[in-house]
């Protein structure tokens, strides 16, 4: 089994490094040159500096100073989107022909009629325009650097290069919103289900400060907004899955009227346990989940553009086997409304502002659970309830002259949270406890951060952020600062904390394909208002309940990182390495038995890599390779850094011909042996290797079935970051049928 | 427009800095000593008149007398010495109890406090010996008191076979959290004498019976004079806690009482 493993590893390794030495030879094979221009739709002028990528590649290019860009592709059709600050992204079909070069002129409409979020240079962003898997978590699980903490079959947490909770900043559409439950059962990537899920935009490490100060990297789920150029359109998809015989149903509509615009979305998922591999029933793991998401737009001409939006999402009954209890009913708002103006000429080009407000309830318990033969507070049922509410601004000031660009963001919020638990004796006469988790914490955050890029010519491109934050936090309940004056001799808990971030990158362009980028960032993450004062947090992992520390200093993280990047037609390639060197590093310490403190630990560092390669082998067939690898050492300790995934991969053969689209992904982890034995408790974790079959084909220009099987060797295996050696889903065929009206 | 905008802007982080920066202005009003007493009786002798205050309910346990004196029914007395005896008659027999005497002779605010550990409930009589400095008079007092039960004073016979009197003094409002935690130990050596016990070492280990644990960063009590010991008890939760005591001298297992205490 394990031998197989390591076979598969090799070989993969093997025809990686292949691929890379092969480069020359791929792009010396028959392509055709395709040249194109970048236009202004309203001033009829070219778009200087526009960025055409080739859609489900990495292939792409920019635009020269007037406008023009060029490519080679073999011949084939491609989809080809073209992005500009201030431009609404385009997306354009592109036939290829065998002989004959092409020339495309792309009109771009200004952007405050459908705004797309802007070239993000320090992260990457994965789009779906075509949703071909199944769910956010799904979405994410394909971009190297990111993987997924797993504690039931629900509502993955995604972590970034090793860091996680909050050292990554997880933002729906920049707004900050906080799980409510103290296990961290509801991730912020739960709200948004895949049908509303526009683009994911990942960064990775502390160099983009734009949306978060996190130093581990910031996912900015951003939405699927109101589409004015479709007067209507509805889309639903009904299927089922066989691993947690669970059966989904979301549906979208859109209606757009001269300047006016609607859209819905509704979702609902049933799933039941769910089997592992090998047949394995996993009890007590099914679910249920609705989400909807409404959203209104107006605009005036091209200029200003005003969007509300509601987000909402319920899920019952939701069976965490690994842990000591069960959600048994979750409860979200998320409310938007956002202004963007746009202005034509002169240097200030676009503001948008942002109010919002959202509410997370989480109720879990362990009513279904047999506590008698619980090792930890046996005989009792301890219902737990966690809310937390966050109203905020947000303000984004572009500048523009010539090749430079400089984003002003406004960003403050304030975050309440609760969070109690009840203890109930099974047996009769005996007396109930109670507690408070998080004791009505408020923290009060404002930050200012400069974005700037200037585009020194044409093959050098640096961009550098500065951001600072301020807080000002405390426990406003005085039973919640009661309970903490068991650990803290004090009566004051209130808190600042100011934070700086600093950051700066370079990119040049080595020649036709290649680029190589150099970026530096130092950046200070605040405590989270658990660190500072949670209250008997149990963490299963390690067993000990943990306590906030008010005297906590942020983490102070530096970060180098160095990207290779090769575009061309045939193989495309990035390769990063970065190191992330942290000082107070936040971390839990025995105090007594069964209890431990969170600690600022003197120093760790980890240092990893991240590779992306994606070949086309014909117009219609592509493969792609993705590998990341993270090393985390603790120096205070002498040990490994705990919840660090292993060198992790997926690579994917695809066919995409006559609306037929077909992929074999095989997605494996290296065993990780190097694990956390003093600063918390793990295991080691052998590797795996799956595959997973996934297609997709339209019968009709209105029906689209979607199928496929994951795990198809129904292998039974736990990834690393699996709680409690989580067991991963077996064998699963997905079977989906949509309707789109209009049709395609 | 732009203008509105940048008033509004600024106006709402003006507004955000300001409200990180509030201030309150208190003012210390003068207070009456004996404001939060209850006054539980009354007397006089010679041109002095006496009051007499407990803090609380009567009630077996630990509890604080306070007196006061006043000459001609008017001027505070800041100098007097004042003794307490507590006695109980119950006809069959007569016992007193554990009682402290106002160390001080001077008191600043008028008021020489003092304390009797009651140790059963029932009728009591208090007798106060008192002397007012200030001009030479002296007199007794004596008080009747309705003392109601309660869980704070255990009796316990030592591995020594002698009668000691364990009282839990704090904490008298329990709370979630850390707590003052004090006790007195008293030993019986007749029936009208119960003196301190000033050499003894304890531990506390306080759990939670129904739920099966304990808590952290507990404090044992160490003596601090006329046989009280204070510590911290940590109360993690709000629910029934017991507080096991064991008492030690010279390292040799002496005694063993538990309270109960109701956080809420
Ligand atoms: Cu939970
Ligand atoms: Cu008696």
Redesign the pocket.
């Given at each position: 089994m394990i031998r197989r493993q390591v076979r598969w590893i090799v070989i993969t390794w093997v025809i990686l490094w292949s691929g890379f030495l092969a480069p020359a030879v791929a792009q010396a094979a028959a392509t055709i040159r395709v040249a194109g221009q970048v236009l202004d739709r309203d001033s009829k002028t070219p778009v200087p500096f526009a960025n055409v990528r080739v859609v489900g590649t990495v292939q792409g290019t920019g635009c020269d100073s007037t406008g023009h860009f060029w490519l080679k592709l073999a011949p084939g059709k491609y989809q080809l989107e073209i992005s500009a600050l201030g431009y609404q992204t385009a997306f354009v079909t592109l036939r290829v022909g065998s002989d004959t070069p092409a020339y495309v002129q792309v009109w771009l409409t200004p952007q405050a009629i459908h705004y797309s979020e802007e070239v993000v240079v320090f992260g990457e962003m994965e789009r779906q325009p075509e949703p071909r898997l199944n769910s956010t978590e799904a979405v994410m699980e394909q971009v190297e650097g990111v993987t997924l903490i797993k504690r039931a079959n629900f509502a993955w947490e995604p972590s970034l290069r090793g860091m996680q909770a909050a050292q990554v900043g997880i933002v729906i559409d920049g707004m900050k919103i906080f799980s409510a439950c103290v296990d961290r059962m509801d991730p912020v990537t739960a709200y948004v289900e895949v049908e509303n899920l526009q683009q994911l935009d990942i960064r990775k490490g502390g160099f983009d400060l734009t949306l978060s100060p996190a130093i581990g990297g910031t996912i900015n789920l951003i939405t699927n907004k109101p589409d004015f150029e479709k007067p209507f359109s509805f889309r639903t998809e009904t299927g089922l899955e066989t691993a947690a015989r669970l059966r989904v149903l979301r549906s979208e509509i859109n209606f757009a009227r001269r300047s006016f615009a609607v859209r819905g979305t509704f979702s609902i998922k049933h799933a039941g346990d769910f089997l592992a591999g090998e047949g394995r029933r996993i009890a007590g793991s099914g679910y249920r989940k609705y989400n909807f998401d409404i959203s209104l737009a107006r605009r005036w001409g091209s200029r200003h553009r005003l969007e509300f939006s509601l987000i909402g999402d319920e899920a019952r009954d939701i069976g965490y086997p690994v842990l000591l209890m069960d959600a048994r009913k979750t409860s979200s708002r998320i409310v938007r409304l956002e202004h963007f103006w746009r202005f034509n000429g002169g240097w200030l080009s676009s503001i948008r502002a942002k109010v919002y407000a959202n509410r997370i309830n989480h109720w879990m318990d362990d009513y279904e659970r047999d506590v008698t033969r619980r090792r930890v507070m046996p005989n009792m049922y301890m219902p737990m309830f966690g809310q937390t509410r966050t109203m905020g601004w947000l303000e984004e000031i572009r500048f523009q002259k010539g090749r430079h660009v400089l984003n002003v963001i406004l960003d403050a919020y304030r975050l309440w949270a609760f969070a109690d638990m009840q203890m109930i004796g099974l047996e009769p006469g005996s007396s109930p406890a109670y507690l408070v988790n998080l004791g009505d914490v408020v923290d009060q955050q404002m930050a200012v951060a400069l974005d700037y890029s200037w585009m020194i010519h044409s093959r050098l491109w640096w961009r550098t952020n500065f951001r600072v934050d301020v807080s000002r936090r405390d426990v406003t309940s005085p039973y919640g600062r009661q309970a903490l004056t068991g650990f803290w001799n004090r009566e004051n808990f209130r808190r600042h904390y100011a934070t700086l971030g600093i950051s700066t990158s370079l990119e040049y362009q080595l020649d036709r394909y290649r680029s190589i980028r150099l970026s530096l960032a130092s950046g200070q993450r605040m405590p989270s208002h658990m660190e500072n004062y949670g209250f008997f947090l149990y963490n299963i992992v390690d067993g000990y309940f943990y306590t906030g520390n008010p005297d906590l200093k942020p983490e102070w993280s530096r970060q180098l990182e160095v990207m290779l990047a090769q575009t061309a037609s045939r193989f495309s390639y990035r390769l990063v390495g970065f190191v992330n060197d942290i000082r107070n590093y936040i971390s839990g310490t025995i105090q007594s038995p069964e209890f431990k403190v969170y600690t600022n630990l003197s120093a760790v560092y980890l240092v990893g890599g991240e590779f992306r390669g994606e070949f086309t082998l014909s117009p219609s067939i592509a493969a792609s390779w993705r590998l990341a690898y993270v090393y985390g050492q603790n120096r205070t300790f002498e040990e490994p850094l705990p919840f660090i995934p292993p060198l992790e991969g997926l690579f994917t053969i695809s066919y995409d011909h006559n609306g037929l689209w077909l992929a074999v992904e095989s997605r494996f982890a290296a065993p990780q042996r190097r694990i956390a034995y003093r600063t918390t408790l793990e295991d080691e974790t052998p590797g795996f290797a799956i595959v997973n079959v996934r297609g997709q084909y339209a019968i009709h220009p209105r029906v689209t079935l979607r199928f496929g099987v994951e795990n198809v060797l129904d292998r039974y295996y736990h990834e690393h970051l699996s709680v409690n050696n989580f067991p991963a889903v077996g064998r699963n065929v997905y079977l989906l049928v949509g309707i789109r009206i209009p049709g395609k | 427009m732009k203008n509105i905008r940048f008033i509004l802007l600024s106006t709402l982080f003006i507004a955000f800095l300001a409200s990180c920066t509030k201030s309150t202005t208190e003012v210390e009003p003068e207070v009456d000593p004996t404001a939060d007493l209850l006054k539980i009786g009354e007397g006089n002798f010679s041109s002095t008149t006496v009051e007499i205050f407990s803090d609380g309910e009567i009630e077996v346990g630990y509890q604080r007398l306070f007196v006061r004196l006043k000459q001609g029914g008017e001027k505070v007395v800041t100098r007097a010495r004042v003794e307490i005896f507590p006695l109980?008659d119950?006809e069959t027999m007569k016992?007193s109890a554990p009682y402290e005497n106002p160390e001080a002779i001077v008191s600043e605010n008028g008021l020489f406090e003092g304390a009797v550990v009651f140790i059963?409930s029932?009728k009591w009589m208090v007798t106060f010996t008192l002397q007012n400095l200030e001009n030479g008079d002296s007199g007794k007092v004596t008080l009747t008191l309705d003392v109601a039960a309660s869980q704070r004073v255990k009796k316990v016979t030592g591995s020594d076979s002698a009668t000691y009197f364990v009282t839990l003094v704090e904490p008298r409002a329990p709370r979630v959290g850390m707590n003052d935690f004090e006790i007195t130990v008293h030993k019986k050596e007749s029936m009208m004498a119960y003196p301190a016990v000033t050499d003894v070492e304890t531990t506390i280990t306080p759990t939670m019976p129904s739920m099966g644990h304990g808590s952290p960063n507990n404090e044992h009590p160490v003596h601090q004079g006329r046989g009280h010991y204070r510590g911290k008890v940590n109360f993690t939760m709000s629910g029934a806690w017991r507080v096991d005591l064991q008492i030690q001298r010279g390292g040799q297992p002496l005694c063993e009482v538990a309270f109960d205490i109701q956080v809420p």
């Open positions: - | 109980m119950m016992h059963m029932g």
